[in-house]
Protein backbone atom coordinates (compact mmCIF):
# COMPACT_ATOMS: atom_id res chain seq x y z
CA UNK A 1 0.00 0.00 0.00
CA UNK A 2 1.42 3.23 -0.74
CA UNK A 3 0.42 5.39 2.03
CA UNK A 4 1.35 2.35 4.88
CA UNK A 5 2.81 4.64 6.97
CA UNK A 6 -0.30 5.89 8.30
CA UNK A 7 -1.45 2.80 8.88
CA UNK A 8 1.70 1.95 10.99
CA UNK A 9 -0.15 2.78 15.28
CA UNK A 10 1.94 5.71 16.44
CA UNK A 11 1.79 4.67 20.14
CA UNK A 12 5.11 3.48 21.05
CA UNK A 13 3.37 0.47 23.25
CA UNK A 14 2.48 -1.76 20.45
CA UNK A 15 4.69 -4.72 19.39
CA UNK A 16 7.27 -4.06 17.53
CA UNK A 17 7.64 -6.91 15.64
CA UNK A 18 4.14 -7.69 14.92
CA UNK A 19 4.87 -7.29 11.12
CA UNK A 20 7.60 -9.54 11.05
CA UNK A 21 6.03 -12.61 12.75
CA UNK A 22 2.96 -12.02 10.45
CA UNK A 23 5.22 -12.42 7.33
CA UNK A 24 6.34 -15.77 9.54
CA UNK A 25 3.18 -17.09 9.55
CA UNK A 26 1.15 -18.51 7.61
CA UNK A 27 -2.12 -17.19 5.76
CA UNK A 28 -4.43 -17.70 8.61
CA UNK A 29 -2.92 -17.03 11.15
CA UNK A 30 -2.30 -14.34 13.57
CA UNK A 31 0.53 -13.26 15.35
CA UNK A 32 0.62 -13.92 19.56
CA UNK A 33 -0.38 -11.50 21.65
CA UNK A 34 2.39 -10.53 24.17
CA UNK A 35 0.11 -11.48 27.00
CA UNK A 36 0.27 -14.03 30.34
CA UNK A 37 -0.61 -17.37 28.24
CA UNK A 38 -1.75 -19.85 30.99
CA UNK A 39 -1.90 -24.00 29.88
CA UNK A 40 -5.30 -26.28 30.88
CA UNK A 41 -4.67 -29.36 31.75
CA UNK A 42 -6.00 -30.83 27.82
CA UNK A 43 -2.30 -28.52 26.60
CA UNK A 44 -0.47 -30.70 29.30
CA UNK A 45 -1.98 -34.07 30.40
CA UNK A 46 -3.12 -36.27 27.56
CA UNK A 47 -5.61 -38.14 29.79
CA UNK A 48 -7.69 -35.30 30.31
CA UNK A 49 -7.45 -34.36 26.45
CA UNK A 50 -8.67 -37.89 25.67
CA UNK A 51 -11.35 -37.45 28.29
CA UNK A 52 -12.53 -33.98 27.07
CA UNK A 53 -12.44 -35.49 23.18
CA UNK A 54 -15.23 -38.08 24.52
CA UNK A 55 -17.34 -35.59 26.27
CA UNK A 56 -17.67 -33.38 23.28
CA UNK A 57 -18.05 -36.22 20.82
CA UNK A 58 -20.40 -37.88 23.23
CA UNK A 59 -22.61 -34.27 23.41
CA UNK A 60 -22.92 -34.73 19.45
CA UNK A 61 -23.92 -38.15 19.53
CA UNK A 62 -26.47 -37.52 21.76
CA UNK A 63 -27.71 -34.54 19.58
CA UNK A 64 -27.94 -37.43 17.05
CA UNK A 65 -29.70 -39.76 19.24
CA UNK A 66 -32.60 -36.86 20.36
CA UNK A 67 -33.09 -36.34 16.48
CA UNK A 68 -33.79 -40.21 16.51
CA UNK A 69 -36.18 -39.77 19.38
CA UNK A 70 -37.69 -37.20 18.20
CA UNK A 71 -39.00 -38.96 14.90
CA UNK A 72 -39.67 -42.07 17.18
CA UNK A 73 -41.88 -39.93 19.23
CA UNK A 74 -43.89 -38.43 16.31
CA UNK A 75 -44.37 -41.75 14.95
CA UNK A 76 -45.26 -43.71 18.25
CA UNK A 77 -47.32 -41.37 20.67
CA UNK A 78 -50.42 -40.74 19.62
CA UNK A 79 -52.22 -36.98 19.28
CA UNK A 80 -54.59 -36.94 22.24
CA UNK A 81 -52.28 -39.16 24.77
CA UNK A 82 -51.68 -37.13 27.65
CA UNK A 83 -48.73 -37.43 30.11
CA UNK A 84 -48.78 -36.34 33.79
CA UNK A 85 -45.54 -34.34 35.05
CA UNK A 86 -44.37 -33.31 38.30
CA UNK A 87 -45.24 -29.18 39.15
CA UNK A 88 -46.32 -28.84 35.57
CA UNK A 89 -49.40 -31.24 35.90
CA UNK A 90 -51.08 -32.97 32.83
CA UNK A 91 -49.83 -31.81 29.31
CA UNK A 92 -50.01 -33.36 25.78
CA UNK A 93 -47.50 -36.57 25.42
CA UNK A 94 -46.61 -35.63 22.18
CA UNK A 95 -45.50 -31.74 22.50
CA UNK A 96 -43.63 -32.89 25.40
CA UNK A 97 -42.01 -35.74 23.39
CA UNK A 98 -40.95 -33.38 20.49
CA UNK A 99 -40.01 -30.04 22.74
CA UNK A 100 -37.65 -31.48 24.60
CA UNK A 101 -36.05 -34.09 22.03
CA UNK A 102 -35.47 -31.18 19.00
CA UNK A 103 -34.48 -28.38 21.78
CA UNK A 104 -32.23 -31.18 23.43
CA UNK A 105 -30.71 -31.93 19.94
CA UNK A 106 -30.04 -28.20 19.51
CA UNK A 107 -28.65 -27.67 22.67
CA UNK A 108 -26.07 -30.18 22.60
CA UNK A 109 -25.10 -29.14 19.58
CA UNK A 110 -24.26 -25.65 20.86
CA UNK A 111 -22.86 -27.25 24.12
CA UNK A 112 -20.46 -29.46 22.15
CA UNK A 113 -19.28 -26.97 20.23
CA UNK A 114 -18.56 -25.08 23.41
CA UNK A 115 -16.88 -27.63 25.34
CA UNK A 116 -14.59 -28.18 22.56
CA UNK A 117 -13.54 -24.70 21.84
CA UNK A 118 -12.51 -23.97 25.50
CA UNK A 119 -11.32 -27.48 26.41
CA UNK A 120 -9.58 -28.62 22.83
CA UNK A 121 -9.36 -25.56 20.51
CA UNK A 122 -5.95 -23.34 20.83
CA UNK A 123 -6.91 -20.72 23.29
CA UNK A 124 -3.64 -18.67 22.64
CA UNK A 125 -4.69 -15.13 22.67
CA UNK A 126 -3.69 -13.35 18.94
CA UNK A 127 -3.47 -10.38 17.57
CA UNK A 128 -5.78 -9.14 14.44
CA UNK A 129 -4.80 -5.61 12.88
CA UNK A 130 -7.94 -4.12 11.42
CA UNK A 131 -7.64 -2.27 8.19
CA UNK A 132 -7.93 2.01 7.80
CA UNK A 133 -11.68 2.68 8.05
CA UNK A 134 -10.54 5.26 5.49
CA UNK A 135 -10.85 4.65 1.72
CA UNK A 136 -7.95 5.02 -0.23
CA UNK A 137 -7.09 7.97 -1.82
CA UNK A 138 -6.82 6.03 -5.54
CA UNK A 139 -10.49 4.47 -5.21
CA UNK A 140 -11.94 8.18 -3.91
CA UNK A 141 -10.10 10.04 -7.22
CA UNK A 142 -11.97 6.81 -9.12
CA UNK A 143 -15.37 7.51 -7.70
CA UNK A 144 -14.93 11.04 -8.26
CA UNK A 145 -14.05 10.46 -12.08
CA UNK A 146 -16.94 8.25 -12.19
CA UNK A 147 -19.24 10.77 -11.10
CA UNK A 148 -17.86 13.55 -13.23
CA UNK A 149 -18.19 11.14 -16.57
CA UNK A 150 -21.47 10.82 -15.74
CA UNK A 151 -22.59 14.34 -15.17
CA UNK A 152 -21.24 15.01 -18.68
CA UNK A 153 -22.62 11.93 -20.41
CA UNK A 154 -25.97 12.56 -19.26
CA UNK A 155 -26.44 16.27 -19.45
CA UNK A 156 -27.48 16.26 -16.36
CA UNK A 157 -26.14 19.55 -15.62
CA UNK A 158 -26.67 20.40 -19.36
CA UNK A 159 -30.31 21.04 -19.47
CA UNK A 160 -31.44 22.30 -16.77
CA UNK A 161 -35.18 22.03 -17.30
CA UNK A 162 -34.66 18.19 -17.17
CA UNK A 163 -33.59 17.94 -13.48
CA UNK A 164 -36.05 20.18 -12.05
CA UNK A 165 -38.86 18.64 -13.28
CA UNK A 166 -37.66 15.28 -12.72
CA UNK A 167 -37.08 16.58 -8.84
CA UNK A 168 -40.63 18.04 -8.28
CA UNK A 169 -41.95 14.41 -9.89
CA UNK A 170 -39.80 12.50 -7.16
CA UNK A 171 -41.01 14.44 -4.90
CA UNK A 172 -45.19 14.12 -5.52
CA UNK A 173 -45.06 10.88 -5.99
CA UNK A 174 -45.04 9.96 -2.05
CA UNK A 175 -48.17 11.93 -1.68
CA UNK A 176 -51.04 9.31 -2.86
CA UNK A 177 -49.62 7.40 0.06
CA UNK A 178 -50.25 9.95 1.97
CA UNK A 179 -53.91 11.10 1.03
CA UNK A 180 -54.83 7.82 1.14
CA UNK A 181 -54.30 7.34 4.90
CA UNK A 182 -57.17 9.68 5.28
CA UNK A 183 -59.63 6.50 4.30
CA UNK A 184 -58.14 5.05 7.92
CA UNK A 185 -61.54 5.35 8.76
CA UNK A 186 -64.84 4.77 6.65
CA UNK A 187 -67.23 7.86 6.13
CA UNK A 188 -70.73 7.05 6.90
CA UNK A 189 -73.41 9.54 5.17
CA UNK A 190 -73.86 12.41 7.18
CA UNK A 191 -70.79 12.62 8.95
CA UNK A 192 -67.63 14.48 7.71
CA UNK A 193 -65.24 14.30 10.47
CA UNK A 194 -64.46 11.34 13.19
CA UNK A 195 -65.73 13.21 16.06
CA UNK A 196 -68.85 13.16 14.46
CA UNK A 197 -68.79 9.43 14.16
CA UNK A 198 -67.57 8.58 17.50
CA UNK A 199 -70.15 10.82 18.85
CA UNK A 200 -72.46 9.19 17.06
CA UNK A 201 -73.87 5.41 18.25
CA UNK A 202 -76.53 3.08 17.53
CA UNK A 203 -78.82 4.30 20.71
CA UNK A 204 -81.49 6.74 20.05
CA UNK A 205 -84.80 7.85 22.03
CA UNK A 206 -86.61 4.86 22.82
CA UNK A 207 -84.34 1.98 22.06
CA UNK A 208 -84.89 -0.73 24.29
CA UNK A 209 -81.67 -2.21 26.17
CA UNK A 210 -80.86 -5.90 25.14
CA UNK A 211 -79.30 -8.44 27.29
CA UNK A 212 -75.78 -9.20 25.30
CA UNK A 213 -75.26 -12.56 23.20
CA UNK A 214 -79.02 -13.38 24.24
CA UNK A 215 -80.41 -10.08 22.86
CA UNK A 216 -83.62 -9.88 25.66
CA UNK A 217 -84.98 -7.07 26.21
CA UNK A 218 -84.52 -6.02 30.02
CA UNK A 219 -87.67 -5.01 32.26
CA UNK A 220 -86.57 -2.72 35.53
CA UNK A 221 -88.08 -5.32 37.59
CA UNK A 222 -86.13 -7.98 36.52
CA UNK A 223 -82.63 -5.97 38.10
CA UNK A 224 -81.85 -7.06 41.75
CA UNK A 225 -80.37 -4.12 43.67
CA UNK A 226 -76.24 -5.28 43.53
CA UNK A 227 -77.21 -6.43 39.84
CA UNK A 228 -75.09 -6.06 36.60
CA UNK A 229 -76.20 -6.70 33.14
CA UNK A 230 -74.38 -6.55 30.13
CA UNK A 231 -76.58 -4.76 27.50
CA UNK A 232 -76.56 -3.67 23.47
CA UNK A 233 -79.13 -1.57 21.93
CA UNK A 234 -82.35 -3.73 20.55
CA UNK A 235 -81.01 -2.91 16.85
CA UNK A 236 -77.50 -4.23 17.11
CA UNK A 237 -77.95 -7.88 15.44
CA UNK A 238 -79.86 -6.09 12.82
CA UNK A 239 -76.97 -3.37 11.97
CA UNK A 240 -74.17 -5.65 12.55
CA UNK A 241 -75.51 -7.86 9.44
CA UNK A 242 -75.76 -5.29 7.55
CA UNK A 243 -72.17 -3.66 8.53
CA UNK A 244 -70.50 -6.77 8.14
CA UNK A 245 -68.08 -5.53 11.03
CA UNK A 246 -68.08 -4.98 15.14
CA UNK A 247 -67.51 -1.06 14.81
CA UNK A 248 -71.36 -0.35 16.11
CA UNK A 249 -70.82 -3.27 19.01
CA UNK A 250 -67.91 -1.81 19.94
CA UNK A 251 -69.51 1.94 20.11
CA UNK A 252 -72.56 1.22 22.00
CA UNK A 253 -71.75 -2.02 24.21
CA UNK A 254 -72.99 -0.48 27.56
CA UNK A 255 -72.98 -2.36 31.07
CA UNK A 256 -76.57 -1.72 33.26
CA UNK A 257 -76.22 -1.72 37.14
CA UNK A 258 -78.71 -1.28 40.05
CA UNK A 259 -77.71 0.23 43.54
CA UNK A 260 -80.53 2.35 45.57
CA UNK A 261 -81.30 5.51 45.18
CA UNK A 262 -80.32 7.20 48.25
CA UNK A 263 -76.50 5.94 47.28
CA UNK A 264 -75.93 7.97 44.36
CA UNK A 265 -74.20 10.84 45.26
CA UNK A 266 -74.75 12.46 41.48
CA UNK A 267 -74.75 11.99 38.41
CA UNK A 268 -73.63 12.96 34.55
CA UNK A 269 -77.44 14.67 33.92
CA UNK A 270 -80.69 15.12 35.85
CA UNK A 271 -82.91 12.14 36.41
CA UNK A 272 -80.74 9.49 34.27
CA UNK A 273 -81.28 6.72 35.94
CA UNK A 274 -84.21 4.68 35.93
CA UNK A 275 -85.06 4.07 40.14
CA UNK A 276 -81.45 3.51 40.68
CA UNK A 277 -80.67 1.88 37.49
CA UNK A 278 -77.25 3.27 35.74
CA UNK A 279 -76.23 2.86 32.68
CA UNK A 280 -72.68 3.57 31.35
CA UNK A 281 -71.04 2.71 28.20
CA UNK A 282 -68.25 -0.35 28.20
CA UNK A 283 -65.73 1.09 26.84
CA UNK A 284 -62.38 2.91 28.87
CA UNK A 285 -62.06 6.05 28.30
CA UNK A 286 -58.17 5.55 28.30
CA UNK A 287 -57.31 3.05 25.51
CA UNK A 288 -60.92 1.55 24.83
CA UNK A 289 -61.01 -1.86 26.45
CA UNK A 290 -64.57 -3.09 26.91
CA UNK A 291 -65.09 -2.81 31.39
CA UNK A 292 -67.72 -4.61 33.11
CA UNK A 293 -65.44 -5.43 36.45
CA UNK A 294 -68.32 -3.76 38.82
CA UNK A 295 -68.13 -4.23 42.52
CA UNK A 296 -71.27 -3.78 44.23
CA UNK A 297 -70.24 -2.91 47.37
CA UNK A 298 -68.34 -0.14 46.39
CA UNK A 299 -69.51 0.68 42.86
CA UNK A 300 -66.21 0.91 41.60
CA UNK A 301 -66.09 -0.19 37.87
CA UNK A 302 -62.15 -1.30 37.36
CA UNK A 303 -60.66 -1.61 33.95
CA UNK A 304 -58.31 -4.89 33.84
CA UNK A 305 -55.98 -3.19 31.33
CA UNK A 306 -54.76 -0.36 32.93
CA UNK A 307 -56.50 0.05 36.46
CA UNK A 308 -58.15 3.05 35.86
CA UNK A 309 -61.34 2.82 38.15
CA UNK A 310 -64.51 4.63 37.84
CA UNK A 311 -66.98 5.91 40.71
CA UNK A 312 -70.54 4.93 39.08
CA UNK A 313 -72.40 5.62 42.46
CA UNK A 314 -70.62 9.77 41.47
CA UNK A 315 -71.33 10.55 37.77
CA UNK A 316 -68.76 7.53 36.81
CA UNK A 317 -65.76 10.03 37.39
CA UNK A 318 -62.03 8.58 37.40
CA UNK A 319 -60.84 7.70 41.20
CA UNK A 320 -57.58 5.83 39.97
CA UNK A 321 -55.41 5.27 36.75
CA UNK A 322 -54.65 6.82 33.49
CA UNK A 323 -58.29 7.63 32.26
CA UNK A 324 -58.51 11.17 31.70
CA UNK A 325 -61.88 10.97 31.47
CA UNK A 326 -65.50 9.61 32.70
CA UNK A 327 -67.55 7.03 31.50
CA UNK A 328 -70.37 8.51 29.36
CA UNK A 329 -73.88 8.12 31.30
CA UNK A 330 -76.71 6.77 28.66
CA UNK A 331 -79.62 8.09 29.80
CA UNK A 332 -82.79 5.35 30.32
CA UNK A 333 -86.43 4.96 31.28
CA UNK A 334 -88.78 2.28 30.82
CA UNK A 335 -91.50 2.26 28.23
CA UNK A 336 -95.22 0.65 28.51
CA UNK A 337 -94.28 -2.33 28.95
CA UNK A 338 -91.80 -1.56 31.67
CA UNK A 339 -88.29 -2.38 29.56
CA UNK A 340 -85.53 -0.54 29.97
CA UNK A 341 -85.45 1.98 26.94
CA UNK A 342 -82.66 4.60 26.51
CA UNK A 343 -83.68 8.02 26.47
CA UNK A 344 -81.15 9.61 23.94
CA UNK A 345 -77.46 8.56 22.56
CA UNK A 346 -74.28 9.35 24.90
CA UNK A 347 -74.28 13.13 25.43
CA UNK A 348 -70.67 12.57 25.19
CA UNK A 349 -67.90 10.66 22.89
CA UNK A 350 -67.51 6.61 23.76
CA UNK A 351 -64.64 5.37 23.88
CA UNK A 352 -60.53 6.66 24.09
CA UNK A 353 -60.19 10.70 23.63
CA UNK A 354 -58.69 11.94 20.84
CA UNK A 355 -57.40 14.93 19.53
CA UNK A 356 -60.91 17.00 18.38
CA UNK A 357 -62.32 15.86 21.92
CA UNK A 358 -62.94 19.13 23.22
CA UNK A 359 -64.69 20.99 20.80
CA UNK A 360 -66.79 17.91 19.91
CA UNK A 361 -69.07 18.26 23.05
CA UNK A 362 -69.03 20.50 26.59
CA UNK B 1 -103.22 -74.50 62.60
CA UNK B 2 -105.43 -77.01 61.26
CA UNK B 3 -108.29 -74.47 59.37
CA UNK B 4 -105.77 -72.80 58.17
CA UNK B 5 -104.35 -76.05 56.50
CA UNK B 6 -107.46 -76.84 55.24
CA UNK B 7 -108.35 -73.98 53.31
CA UNK B 8 -105.17 -73.14 52.09
CA UNK B 9 -106.10 -75.09 48.41
CA UNK B 10 -109.75 -73.24 48.63
CA UNK B 11 -110.13 -71.56 44.96
CA UNK B 12 -110.79 -68.26 47.02
CA UNK B 13 -107.43 -68.27 48.83
CA UNK B 14 -105.68 -66.55 46.38
CA UNK B 15 -108.01 -63.61 46.14
CA UNK B 16 -108.12 -63.32 50.06
CA UNK B 17 -103.92 -63.54 50.48
CA UNK B 18 -103.72 -60.82 47.59
CA UNK B 19 -106.45 -58.73 49.44
CA UNK B 20 -104.95 -58.91 52.91
CA UNK B 21 -101.74 -58.22 51.04
CA UNK B 22 -102.42 -55.07 49.35
CA UNK B 23 -104.85 -53.89 53.15
CA UNK B 24 -101.82 -54.23 55.22
CA UNK B 25 -99.25 -52.68 52.93
CA UNK B 26 -101.47 -49.09 52.04
CA UNK B 27 -102.71 -49.00 55.51
CA UNK B 28 -98.98 -49.39 56.60
CA UNK B 29 -98.13 -46.69 54.48
CA UNK B 30 -100.96 -44.35 54.99
CA UNK B 31 -99.72 -44.52 58.49
CA UNK B 32 -96.23 -43.30 57.63
CA UNK B 33 -96.85 -41.26 55.36
CA UNK B 34 -99.08 -39.14 57.73
CA UNK B 35 -96.38 -39.87 60.46
CA UNK B 36 -93.87 -38.35 58.12
CA UNK B 37 -95.65 -35.41 56.68
CA UNK B 38 -96.04 -34.31 60.37
CA UNK B 39 -92.42 -34.85 61.24
CA UNK B 40 -91.44 -32.88 57.82
CA UNK B 41 -93.41 -29.72 59.21
CA UNK B 42 -92.39 -30.14 62.70
CA UNK B 43 -88.50 -30.74 61.62
CA UNK B 44 -89.22 -27.61 59.62
CA UNK B 45 -89.68 -26.19 62.66
CA UNK B 46 -87.28 -27.33 64.82
CA UNK B 47 -84.66 -26.95 62.02
CA UNK B 48 -85.51 -22.93 61.80
CA UNK B 49 -85.47 -23.17 65.46
CA UNK B 50 -81.90 -24.40 65.33
CA UNK B 51 -80.53 -22.37 62.61
CA UNK B 52 -81.61 -19.39 64.61
CA UNK B 53 -80.03 -20.61 67.88
CA UNK B 54 -76.46 -20.99 65.20
CA UNK B 55 -77.56 -17.69 63.88
CA UNK B 56 -77.52 -16.05 67.45
CA UNK B 57 -74.74 -17.46 68.28
CA UNK B 58 -72.23 -17.41 65.30
CA UNK B 59 -73.25 -14.48 63.33
CA UNK B 60 -75.64 -12.23 64.89
CA UNK B 61 -72.79 -9.88 66.74
CA UNK B 62 -71.89 -8.79 62.95
CA UNK B 63 -75.29 -9.32 61.19
CA UNK B 64 -77.78 -7.96 64.33
CA UNK B 65 -79.75 -9.87 66.63
CA UNK B 66 -82.57 -10.01 63.95
CA UNK B 67 -80.14 -10.31 60.98
CA UNK B 68 -81.03 -6.66 60.48
CA UNK B 69 -77.28 -5.34 60.08
CA UNK B 70 -75.12 -3.78 62.09
CA UNK B 71 -72.34 -1.63 60.95
CA UNK B 72 -69.93 -4.75 60.42
CA UNK B 73 -72.08 -6.24 58.76
CA UNK B 74 -75.07 -6.25 56.08
CA UNK B 75 -78.40 -7.12 56.66
CA UNK B 76 -79.59 -10.65 55.89
CA UNK B 77 -83.20 -10.02 55.85
CA UNK B 78 -84.17 -11.60 52.32
CA UNK B 79 -80.58 -12.47 50.81
CA UNK B 80 -82.28 -15.94 50.99
CA UNK B 81 -81.11 -19.48 51.56
CA UNK B 82 -78.61 -19.75 48.46
CA UNK B 83 -76.74 -16.85 49.99
CA UNK B 84 -76.01 -18.39 53.58
CA UNK B 85 -75.28 -21.94 51.89
CA UNK B 86 -72.68 -19.91 49.45
CA UNK B 87 -71.15 -17.83 52.07
CA UNK B 88 -70.70 -20.69 55.36
CA UNK B 89 -70.40 -24.08 53.11
CA UNK B 90 -67.50 -21.95 51.21
CA UNK B 91 -65.94 -20.93 54.71
CA UNK B 92 -66.32 -17.26 53.97
CA UNK B 93 -68.23 -17.08 56.97
CA UNK B 94 -68.03 -16.65 59.13
CA UNK B 95 -65.27 -14.39 59.09
CA UNK B 96 -61.86 -14.91 60.31
CA UNK B 97 -60.71 -11.24 60.21
CA UNK B 98 -62.37 -7.75 58.75
CA UNK B 99 -60.64 -7.43 55.74
CA UNK B 100 -61.20 -6.31 51.67
CA UNK B 101 -62.84 -9.61 51.17
CA UNK B 102 -63.41 -12.81 52.91
CA UNK B 103 -61.34 -15.52 51.93
CA UNK B 104 -62.48 -18.75 51.34
CA UNK B 105 -61.45 -21.39 54.05
CA UNK B 106 -62.07 -24.97 55.49
CA UNK B 107 -65.82 -24.86 56.75
CA UNK B 108 -66.56 -24.01 60.29
CA UNK B 109 -70.12 -25.56 60.01
CA UNK B 110 -71.61 -29.28 59.05
CA UNK B 111 -74.32 -29.33 55.84
CA UNK B 112 -77.37 -29.94 58.76
CA UNK B 113 -76.02 -26.36 60.61
CA UNK B 114 -76.05 -24.83 57.31
CA UNK B 115 -79.16 -26.54 56.01
CA UNK B 116 -80.66 -25.26 59.36
CA UNK B 117 -79.31 -21.12 59.17
CA UNK B 118 -80.37 -20.95 55.55
CA UNK B 119 -83.49 -22.27 57.09
CA UNK B 120 -83.94 -19.39 59.33
CA UNK B 121 -82.18 -16.94 56.89
CA UNK B 122 -84.96 -17.72 54.44
CA UNK B 123 -87.78 -17.70 57.20
CA UNK B 124 -87.36 -14.12 57.54
CA UNK B 125 -87.87 -12.70 53.84
CA UNK B 126 -88.10 -14.63 50.61
CA UNK B 127 -84.73 -14.93 48.34
CA UNK B 128 -83.16 -16.55 46.66
CA UNK B 129 -83.11 -19.82 47.51
CA UNK B 130 -80.53 -22.78 47.73
CA UNK B 131 -80.75 -24.15 43.77
CA UNK B 132 -82.47 -27.51 43.41
CA UNK B 133 -81.07 -30.62 41.62
CA UNK B 134 -82.86 -29.70 38.36
CA UNK B 135 -81.15 -26.49 38.74
CA UNK B 136 -78.21 -28.24 39.07
CA UNK B 137 -78.45 -30.58 35.93
CA UNK B 138 -75.98 -28.78 33.38
CA UNK B 139 -75.70 -31.94 30.96
CA UNK B 140 -78.33 -31.07 28.38
CA UNK B 141 -76.88 -27.15 28.56
CA UNK B 142 -75.03 -25.89 25.52
CA UNK B 143 -71.94 -24.98 26.52
CA UNK B 144 -70.70 -23.57 23.01
CA UNK B 145 -73.64 -20.82 24.54
CA UNK B 146 -72.34 -21.03 27.86
CA UNK B 147 -68.61 -19.99 26.68
CA UNK B 148 -70.21 -16.89 25.01
CA UNK B 149 -72.12 -15.84 28.14
CA UNK B 150 -68.64 -16.77 30.50
CA UNK B 151 -67.02 -14.16 27.80
CA UNK B 152 -69.65 -11.39 27.86
CA UNK B 153 -70.97 -11.76 31.87
CA UNK B 154 -67.88 -13.34 33.64
CA UNK B 155 -64.07 -13.48 31.85
CA UNK B 156 -63.38 -9.49 32.80
CA UNK B 157 -63.24 -10.49 36.83
CA UNK B 158 -62.88 -13.97 36.58
CA UNK B 159 -60.38 -14.34 33.67
CA UNK B 160 -60.98 -16.02 30.19
CA UNK B 161 -60.03 -19.51 31.82
CA UNK B 162 -61.81 -18.90 35.03
CA UNK B 163 -58.74 -18.34 36.87
CA UNK B 164 -59.65 -15.29 39.21
CA UNK B 165 -57.76 -11.90 39.36
CA UNK B 166 -57.18 -8.70 40.85
CA UNK B 167 -59.85 -6.07 41.92
CA UNK B 168 -59.35 -2.44 43.31
CA UNK B 169 -57.89 -2.40 46.96
CA UNK B 170 -56.96 -5.75 47.47
CA UNK B 171 -60.37 -7.07 46.60
CA UNK B 172 -60.35 -10.30 43.51
CA UNK B 173 -62.72 -12.46 41.52
CA UNK B 174 -61.78 -16.06 43.17
CA UNK B 175 -60.46 -18.71 40.56
CA UNK B 176 -63.60 -20.86 39.78
CA UNK B 177 -61.50 -23.97 39.34
CA UNK B 178 -61.90 -24.16 43.01
CA UNK B 179 -65.61 -23.64 42.61
CA UNK B 180 -68.45 -26.20 42.92
CA UNK B 181 -71.40 -26.28 40.38
CA UNK B 182 -73.38 -25.36 43.41
CA UNK B 183 -71.51 -22.71 44.72
CA UNK B 184 -71.02 -21.08 41.05
CA UNK B 185 -75.29 -21.28 40.53
CA UNK B 186 -75.49 -19.61 44.13
CA UNK B 187 -72.88 -17.26 43.49
CA UNK B 188 -74.60 -15.54 40.23
CA UNK B 189 -77.78 -15.72 41.90
CA UNK B 190 -77.33 -13.70 45.32
CA UNK B 191 -73.78 -11.83 44.36
CA UNK B 192 -71.34 -12.16 47.41
CA UNK B 193 -69.50 -9.50 48.50
CA UNK B 194 -68.30 -6.85 45.80
CA UNK B 195 -69.70 -9.98 42.69
CA UNK B 196 -72.47 -8.33 41.18
CA UNK B 197 -75.95 -9.93 41.15
CA UNK B 198 -76.22 -12.10 38.24
CA UNK B 199 -80.62 -12.30 38.65
CA UNK B 200 -82.63 -15.37 37.17
CA UNK B 201 -84.92 -12.87 35.02
CA UNK B 202 -81.82 -11.68 32.77
CA UNK B 203 -79.53 -14.68 33.01
CA UNK B 204 -82.63 -17.43 33.48
CA UNK B 205 -81.80 -20.84 34.32
CA UNK B 206 -80.79 -22.16 31.06
CA UNK B 207 -77.87 -19.86 30.73
CA UNK B 208 -76.75 -20.65 34.12
CA UNK B 209 -76.79 -23.85 33.06
CA UNK B 210 -74.48 -23.48 30.19
CA UNK B 211 -72.25 -20.88 32.04
CA UNK B 212 -71.70 -24.20 34.45
CA UNK B 213 -71.08 -26.51 31.77
CA UNK B 214 -68.59 -23.89 29.89
CA UNK B 215 -66.58 -23.66 33.16
CA UNK B 216 -66.82 -27.61 33.60
CA UNK B 217 -65.46 -27.95 30.42
CA UNK B 218 -62.64 -25.36 31.27
CA UNK B 219 -62.11 -27.57 34.57
CA UNK B 220 -61.66 -30.57 32.63
CA UNK B 221 -59.99 -30.30 29.52
CA UNK B 222 -56.16 -30.18 30.00
CA UNK B 223 -53.12 -28.76 28.50
CA UNK B 224 -51.89 -30.06 25.09
CA UNK B 225 -50.22 -27.16 24.00
CA UNK B 226 -47.38 -27.73 27.11
CA UNK B 227 -47.24 -25.96 30.55
CA UNK B 228 -50.01 -23.81 31.19
CA UNK B 229 -48.58 -21.86 33.63
CA UNK B 230 -51.99 -21.50 35.39
CA UNK B 231 -53.66 -20.32 32.31
CA UNK B 232 -53.19 -16.59 33.14
CA UNK B 233 -51.91 -16.03 29.74
CA UNK B 234 -49.32 -13.94 27.90
CA UNK B 235 -48.16 -12.07 31.30
CA UNK B 236 -47.48 -15.34 33.64
CA UNK B 237 -45.27 -16.79 29.98
CA UNK B 238 -43.72 -14.12 29.49
CA UNK B 239 -42.93 -13.67 33.14
CA UNK B 240 -41.34 -17.10 33.05
CA UNK B 241 -39.28 -16.59 29.79
CA UNK B 242 -37.80 -13.30 30.95
CA UNK B 243 -37.11 -15.13 33.87
CA UNK B 244 -36.35 -18.89 33.15
CA UNK B 245 -35.31 -18.71 29.86
CA UNK B 246 -33.03 -15.49 30.43
CA UNK B 247 -31.56 -16.68 33.41
CA UNK B 248 -30.61 -20.07 31.47
CA UNK B 249 -29.05 -17.79 28.84
CA UNK B 250 -27.19 -15.80 31.20
CA UNK B 251 -25.96 -19.46 32.40
CA UNK B 252 -24.79 -19.93 29.36
CA UNK B 253 -23.24 -17.04 29.06
CA UNK B 254 -21.27 -17.68 32.43
CA UNK B 255 -20.40 -21.02 31.25
CA UNK B 256 -19.02 -19.92 27.69
CA UNK B 257 -16.90 -17.08 29.13
CA UNK B 258 -15.53 -19.13 32.48
CA UNK B 259 -12.03 -19.54 32.19
CA UNK B 260 -10.81 -23.13 31.42
CA UNK B 261 -7.81 -25.05 34.04
Redesign the interface.
Known sequence: MSDSKDLTPASSGAPATTSDTQQALRPGAWPRAEVEHHL???DTDPRAQKRAVRQVSTMFLLSALMVVLFIVAFIAIPR?A?ITLPY?????AL??AM?VTFGLAIFLI?AGA?HWA??LMS?VEVVQERHEMKTDADDTAVAADIYEVGKETSGFAKYPVIRRTMLLAMALVPIPFIVSLRDLWLTPPGVTTPSEELLVTLWKPGMRLV????Y?P??A??????????VVPADLPLVEEEEHNLNARAKAAAIV?RMTPDEIQSQQGEGWDYEGILAFSKICTHVGC?????????H?L?C?CH?S?FNLADSANVV?GPAARRMPQLPITVDDEGYLVAVSDFKEPVGPSFWELKESYS | MKTLATHRRHPAAVIVAILVGLLVTGGLYTVVNSATQARSAEQDATQILNGKKLFLEGCSSCHGIAAQGTQNGPTLIGVGSAAVHFQVSTGRMPLANPGAQAPQKPREYSETDIAAMAAYVASLAPGPAIPTAADLDYSDADVAEGGELFRANCSQCHQAAGRGGALSNGKYAPNLMEATPQEIYEAMLTGPQNMPVFGDSTLPREDKQAIIAYVETLRASDDPGGWALGRFGPVTEGLFMWIGALLLVVACAIWIGAKVR
Open positions: RRTDVIGAIGNAGGVKKDTDITQVRDDIPVGGLVNVPISLYQQRTELPQTF
